[in-house]
Structure formats: C-alpha cells, structure tokens
C-alpha cells in the first residue's frame, strides 16, 4: 500500500509485513499506549533500524535504552560516535548542565535550565513559581558565569563564604552582584522562605552518582560533537533510582531544550546530519523546546519520535500541535479516556456507512459520533501487543 518499507514494524492481521514507509522515514511519530503493551520493545526494534543517521534516545524509565543495550546496538557504532549519560564501572561522564555553549551568554544558560524547571514543577505557572524562579535564576546565572556546576547551587545559598568569593568574580555583571547584596541584607527567616523551594526541589542533584554526573565542571559529554557526527547514538538512561522521578524529568528536558539550541544554530534546509530523537514519556516533561523540535526543527535535521502512555496530561493546544505535526501514529491499548482523543486521528470511516436498509428501501447511516465511539472502544480492546497503526501526510510543515 504505502510502497517501500523503511522501519519494519510487525505483522498485519493477513499476514501481511507492516512498516514506516520510506516517504515517511523524516517525519515526526507518535507511539503511544499504556503501561507494558509493548510500546518500548516495538520503539527499541525500530530505533535499531535507523542506520545512516544519529539516534538520541531520552529514557526517563530506561526500558527502551535498557532493552537497546541488551541488543548491542553500541557495537555497531564506533566507540567515539557513542555517548552514553550513564554512570559505569570503570568510567563516570560528565554533564555540566550549566556549561555556557558557544555564542551564548551565562544568563542565558541559567533562563534555560530554569524555564525547564519552572514548567515541569509548576505547571508554568509563573505565579505560584515566583520564587522558585528568582531563586533559581540568579543562583544557577552566578555559578554559569564562573564556572560551577548545579551540585553548588545549595553551597551557593547557603555558604557566606563561598558566595562572597563568587561575587568578588562577578565584577561584569552588576546586576547579578545587586541581586547577591539584597540576598545578604534578608534576616535568617526570610533567607530561608527565598531559599528552600529551590533547594529543596533540586535537591537530587545533591548527592550520590548525579553529583559525579552534573558535577564536572567541565563536560566529558559533548552534544555538539555528538549533533556534528553523521552515525552516532546517545543513551540517556534517566533512572528514577538514579534521579528521583523528578530529577529524570529535569535532566530530560534540559536536554531537550540544549538540543533545540544547538540545532537552531545550524542553517535551514542545508545539508546537515540527519538526527533521529526518541523522547519516552514526553508527556511528563513537556518543555517549551519540545514543541519547537516539532514545529521547527524538521528543516535543520531533527525528527522526533514521541512516545506516551497519554495525552490526556497536556493542554488541549500541546495536544494539537502534536497531532498536527506527527506522520505515522501508532496505538497500543489505552484508557477509555485516551481513547477518545486518539480514535479520531486513526480511523478515517467513511461519512456515509450503512447502519441498515430500511424496508422502504432507504439506506440508515452510523452517525460520525457512533463511528468514533465504535473505534475509541475498539483501542480500550486491544490484546498485548497489538496496535492500530496510520501514516499521514502531517498537516504542518514540521518547520
């Protein structure tokens, strides 16, 4: 039906081999599905498949990076087209979330790990967040500009000592060393009210195998490198046992968003490596990055591949532009919920389908709701691993 096929996906109910279409081999994809359908194992085999360009998989589970390991797929790559966010037995990488990129000034660097943080604590609800958002800004824009990492931000707010010597070293930033002197003058009750959302939130970082992780000063890690290769992967196994669910959720959209960054640099519609990003459980970490790798970034070289248990956690606009922007859906078995939003974008019945002839000899059509309230039942039904699946031609440019 669809021609060529790109990414071998299972098997019809024919019998039939069932895939991406090559034509569709650079559009956006959304799988989606609830909890041990299948979605991870069928996303790893075809994630396997994307020879001849780049694979970033952001796993805040780690099934799908997990079950990518279990295949060797690293063994196919060479060892420095592999990048791997993972502590290991002999080796730990470093990732300075707060390491100032080329062309980019500390401030920032510190805006965009703070509206990462701001978004997924808060919903982005700059009200309720006000606080957390000063806090956070100042403190993550005074140790960018000398150099520290994420693991100092509680030594920031907490040690005199070592904020005055950060201040001594900020002499091109008056407006940061103003901040640092009205946080001095707060008695002890009011530090701590400005003090312990931020503290407390990021707090994972703190400790254990994440401050070895983020707290090189200097990164090991190279995006950049990794974006300028035309084959390589990069893993990032955000464990919750490593990071609290949280602390994955943080890391996962920082990532994304010095993606988007880094991409943005290139030039439009030029020849660039083609870079494939799976992001699992986007729907927990819906970064203001996300949507513009889908609305813009499809020009410089990006497709994403999004993977879900449900959309039914964004806003009704994120929900939109996702399915304005995605080719090829697939759905594994969802709630009757989740169903009711996604039958619509799978199942195209045709407007005129008979219900019964009358004995007048009039034809009786289904209604489009009962169409749809047939085929929203039929997603709630489906066996373990079995999926509905739909390419379409997406309905935005996708940048």
């Known amino acids: 039906m669809y021609g060529k096929l790109r990414y071998a996906l299972g098997t019809g109910d024919v019998g039939n081999a069932i895939g991406i279409p090559v034509a569709y081999r650079d559009d956006h994809m959304l799988v989606l599905g609830a909890t041990r359908q299948g979605k991870s194992t069928l996303v790893a085999d075809m994630t396997a498949q994307m020879t001849n360009q780049s694979v970033m998989v952001i796993d805040p589970h780690r099934s799908t990076v997990d079950y990518l390991l279990s295949r060797n797929l690293p063994d196919k790559y060479e060892p420095e087209s592999i990048f791997l966010l ?11 979330l707060l390491q100032v990129l080329p062309g980019e000034t500390a ?20 009200t309720e967040a006000r606080r957390f958002q000063d806090t956070t800004l100042h403190t ?22 070592f904020r005055s010597v950060l201040y001594d070293r900020l002499n091109e930033f008056p407006d940061l060393q103003r901040w640092i002197m009205r946080f001095n003058g707060l008695n002890r009750v009011q530090r701590q009210t400005q003090i312990e959302s931020t503290i407390n939130r990021l707090a994972f970082f703190q400790h254990g195998e994440p401050a070895l992780l983020f707290g090189q000063r ?21 464990s919750p046992d490593l990071l609290h669910e949280t602390g994955a959720y943080v890391v996962a ?91 619509p974008e799978i199942f195209r019945p045709h407007p ?37 699946y739909i390419c379409l031609s997406t309905r935005s440019n996708g940048g």
């Open 107 to 126: 401030y920032d660097t510190a805006q965009r790990f703070t509206e990462v943080c701001v978004d997924i604590f808060f919903g982005g609800d700059i």
């Open 140 to 161: 993550t824009w005074a140790l960018a500009a000398t150099g520290w990492t994420v693991v100092e931000i509680e030594r920031f707010l907490t040690s005199d000592a």
């Open 218 to 238: 200097e990164s090991t890690i190279d995006i950049q490198k990794f974006l300028s290769l035309d084959q390589a992967v990069f893993f990032a196994p955000l």
């Open 86 to 96: 993972c502590p290991g037995k002999k080796f730990v990488p470093g990732l300075n």
């Open 352 to 388: 005129h389908t008979i219900r019964r002839v009358l004995n007048s000899g009039e034809k009786e059509f289904y209604t489009y709701s009962e169409m749809m309230a047939y085929a929203a039942h039929a997603v709630t039904q489906l066996p373990h691993e079995h999926f509905f």
């Open 253 to 343: 959209g920082v990532l994304l968003s010095l993606v988007d960054t880094l991409l943005a640099k290139r030039r439009k519609n030029t020849m660039h490596p083609r870079l494939r990003i799976v992001v699992e459980e986007f729907q927990r970490y819906p970064v203001p990055s996300l949507i513009r790798l889908l609305t813009e970034r499809r020009g410089f070289g990006a497709s994403v591949t999004l993977v879900t248990q449900g959309l039914q956690l964004l806003s009704r606009s994120m929900r939109s532009t996702i399915l304005n922007n995605v080719g090829p859906i697939i759905a594994f078995r969802v709630s009757a919920d989740e169903a009711q939003t996604i039958a």
